[in-house]
């Protein structure tokens, strides 16, 4: 047998099985899941006011947690602590989902409050 049919005989027995532990590890860049939150806080606002700059988010990740900061712009008037609550349990759950870190906290800033069109006109405001 030449060395050319060892290789062959080789790769014809299939794929080889190799232990989880011997696999290695994906590692998925924090600017990545600063980006899945900022989509999940974009969810969880929508829609947004029409002159409102898009949700962002800045994220401290050690081991398995993750800490965010996400930055908002919301319409006025509304309820705004429930808007912040369905923007940190939007975050929570798509995170943990599909980068499977435990969120330890998610402090929502609001940026800037947009007054609602209706309410303006009907005061006779403009801007």
Request: hydrophobic share 45%; net charge positive.
């Amino acid at each position: 047998m030449t060395p050319v049919d060892t290789v062959a005989g080789e790769l014809g027995r299939g794929p080889a099985v190799v232990t989880p532990g011997e696999r290695g590890a994906t590692r998925i860049a924090d600017r990545v899941i600063a980006k899945i939150a900022s989509r999940a806080a974009r969810e969880a606002v929508e829609p947004l006011p029409p002159d409102a700059a898009a949700p962002h988010a800045t994220v401290v990740v050690h081991h398995d947690t993750a800490r965010f900061r996400v930055h908002v712009e919301l319409d006025y008037p509304g309820d705004l602590g429930e808007r912040c609550a369905r923007v940190r349990r939007r975050v929570t759950e798509r995170v943990t989902d599909l980068v499977d870190l435990h969120v330890t906290e998610v402090v929502v800033q609001v940026e800037r409050l947009h007054l609602a069109a209706a309410l303006g006109a009907a005061r006779g405001r403009t801007r």
